[in-house]
Every structure is written in C-alpha cells, then in structure tokens.
C-alpha cells in the first residue's frame, strides 16, 4: 500500500521523526535548544519543522554540535528561518526500504538502480535504507508508465535527460538568487541571518513563479514536438499514397546553423559568459539573415534556425554567416539548407524540408554549407560554385541523399 506523505501541519512528534529520519527524542531535543518552535508532543508540526530538523541533521552529521549551532542561532550569527519559507515542500523520508519498494513495483534490482543513476543520486543503496518520498513517487510512476509499452532503457535514458536539464536550471535559478539578491545585500552591510530573513520572504512566491513556467514552458515545447511528429507522419502518408503537393516556383529555404563545440565551450567559460556568446550570436543572426530576406525563428541546441524567402538568400547569408561566427569571437559553425514547402503555425515551421536542413546540418563539419541538389540548382545565385561531396545518409530519408558544398567562387 503506497505511503503518502502528511500534509502541512497535520504531523505529530513521531511522524515528523519519521520523516526526518530520526527518533521523537531527538526532535525534543532541538525544541528544548530553541531550533524548533516549542509545542505540545501531539503537534502539529509542519513542514518548516521538518525542512529544519534535516538540516540540523546534516550540519551535525559535518561534525558540528547542535548546541553550537543553537548558539550561533541566539547570538544572531546564522538563521534558519529559510526552513520556513525557502523550502515550501520539503522531501522526507518514508517508513519502507528500497527492497520493499522493489517488491511493491515489481521492477528488477538493475532497473531500479538504473532510475537511481538517472537521477544522479549519490552512492550505492544501503540494506534496509530507507528511501525518498520523492524517489518513491518517480518510481512509482515509471513503473506505471513501462506498462503502456515503454522499454526500461527509454525510460532510464527519458529520466536521465530530464534530471540534468532540470538541475542545471536549478543551479542556475541558484546563482541568480544569490548574485541578485543575496550579495548586494550582503555588500551593503547585513549580517548573514538578516539577508536570509529579508531575501527569503521573496522565496514562495518565486518559486511558484518558477514552476508555472517551467510548467509552461515544457506544455509548449512538447505541443510543438507533436505537432512536428504529425506533420511529418502526414507527409510521409501522402507520400505514399502518391499524393503531391503542387510545385513551387520560388520555394523558402530552411537553415540550421550549428557553432561547432559550443557545449564544451559553455561548461569551459561558465554561465554568464556564455550569456553572452549566445547574445552576439542572436545579434549576428538577425543582422546578416536580414539582408537576404531571411530571419531566426528560433534557437535550438547550439545553433540557430532560419526561414528564408528564397535559397539565394540563405546560400548567401549562410556564407556570410561561417564566416563572421568566428570573427565575432564565437567558435566555427556549420550550415544545413534545405528548400521546399513547410508547413507555419505560431510563428514557426514543420515538415519535411525542415527536419532535412537540420540532418544535413548535422553532417557538415566546421566552416561548411552544405545544401540539397534543389538548392544547389537554383538559378541566380552569382559568385557562388557547388561542389558534389557525395550521397549521404540521413535519419528518416528513405535514399541516401546527394549533398553539395557551397563556397564563394573566389576560394
């Protein structure tokens, strides 16, 4: 029977020891030293209390007494009153092991340590440990996942990507709150324990902000990856069946531009200074498409997406583009240029010709501009030459497809 957790002020002595990974005594102890606000044995205590008992927990765990931290607490030297309004739901404990857990989800051992390195938790599990509430909940819910057909590698591999791009949004959601709010008031003149009462006042609210944002944020990135998918299972469809779409005289052009290593280059230059690299490039993007008829649409990965009237545009920008990337400071880039119909919704565009710019992209190395025989035979395109670099194959393209180079016709 799944355990759930008590709610907000509904927790006596014992259930917050519980939860805390401790015994009722020891939480008596932290009232009698003034860490926790003193009440009678049956509570309520809430879940401010128990955000504070794990921490004195894990501050004593380090080698520091509780009384010293009690004294640093009545001297004015330190505060934890972020218990009370940083932490607006802290993570307990729950009364099963991780051997129990198995059982109750049927998951093999390999399985579940696999869902335990996704999330990055630290070390190997303990005999008899006692596991997280919020583990139990993601478990519990993988496993219920798995029997709609889902394999566990997918699974594993779904987990392990969501847990790194949401811890690093909240290291990043971190250091802004401590640059932002924290130091200037430190740099003004507040103690420690004055700056965490003053700061975290804020804390509830902009968490709340945070995670109807991110809540947001991943409906609408998800709504456009299935439109994406449909769109391109439509066509294929028709494709099929025989069924074209009527040609085009003057048909767009999709780019993907790439900076070659600049991953590697953020994790070297640290967050703000990527910041930046990535606003020179939004900068150069938008100065040397415009020209030429085209625009960013939108920012994937590392690199840009762009919309162009006509591929003259975007074999010329394109170029341009390689070229002023790293005059601008930023590491070497690599183009992608497909023509054809596409289909638009809210400002962005799907289909076939899209997914193919972005599979050439991926094929061309550092200073390329590698495009489709279509774009290649477009007419117009002056002091600009094509050079065959073979059939590639391409992820969802039926054929291997025939790629061209294009360079300036002075190179």
């Known amino acids: 029977m799944p355990y759930h957790r008590a709610r907000m002020g509904e927790m006596t002595i014992e259930q917050l020891a519980l939860r805390a990974g401790t015994d009722a005594d020891y939480v008596r102890r932290l ?20 955000a504070r008992v794990r921490f004195v927990l894990a501050m004593s765990g380090s080698g520091i007494p509780e009384e010293d931290l009690a004294r640093g607490l009545r001297a004015g030297a330190l505060s934890i009153g972020f218990a009370e309004l940083a932490v607006a739901e ?13 059982a109750e989800t049927g998951l093999s051992e390999e399985m579940y340590d696999g869902l335990r390195a996704a999330l990055g938790t630290p070390g190997p599990r303990e005999p008899g440990e006692r ?18 057909g889902i394999r566990p590698p997918a699974m594993v591999r779904a987990l392990r ?13 971190q250091q802004i709150w401590r640059e932002e ?25 902009l968490q709340q902000m945070v995670y109807e944002m991110l809540l947001l944020l991943y409906k609408r990135h998800l709504e456009d990856i299935i439109f994406e998918h449909m769109v391109e299972r439509a066509e294929e469809a028709l494709h099929a069946t025989g069924i074209h779409r009527a040609g085009m005289e003057s048909p767009p052009a999709m780019a993907f531009l790439d900076l070659s290593g600049f991953t590697r280059l953020t994790e070297e230059v640290g967050d703000e200074a990527a910041a930046e690299l990535a606003g020179t490039l939004a900068d150069l993007a938008t100065r040397l498409s415009a020209p030429h008829r085209g625009r960013p649409v939108k920012w994937v990965g590392d690199g840009v997406m762009f919309r162009y009237h006509d591929p003259v545009g975007a074999v010329t920008a394109s170029l341009d583009l390689v ?48 495009v489709t025989i279509e774009v290649a035979r477009t007419p117009g395109l002056e002091g600009v030459r094509f050079e065959e670099v073979g059939a590639a194959d391409l992820k969802g393209v039926a054929r291997p497809l025939p790629l061209y180079r294009a360079v300036r016709s002075g190179s």
């Open 31 to 50: 009232i009698a030293l003034g860490m926790i606000e003193r009440r009678e044995d049956a509570g309520p205590f809430v879940d401010s209390d128990l």
């Open 90 to 102: 802290p993570i307990g404990l729950l009364p099963i092991t991780h051997e129990e857990l198995i």
């Open 131 to 148: 596991v997280r509430e919020d583990f139990a909940e993601i478990v519990r819910t993988a496993s219920g996942a798995m029997l709609f």
């Open 161 to 173: 990507v969501g847990s790194e791009s949401l811890r690093r949004l909240a290291d990043l959601a």
């Open 181 to 205: 709010l924290e130091e200037p008031m430190l740099r003004q003149g507040a103690t420690h324990a004055e700056m965490i009462e003053v700061t975290n006042q804020a804390a509830p609210p």
């Open 323 to 370: 070229d002023g990337v790293p005059a601008a400071g930023l590491p070497p880039a690599h183009v992608g240029i497909s023509c054809g119909p596409v289909v638009a919704r809210d400002g962005d565009f799907f289909g076939r010709t899209v997914n193919l710019a972005s599979r050439i992209a991926d094929r061309a190395t550092a200073g390329e501009v590698l």
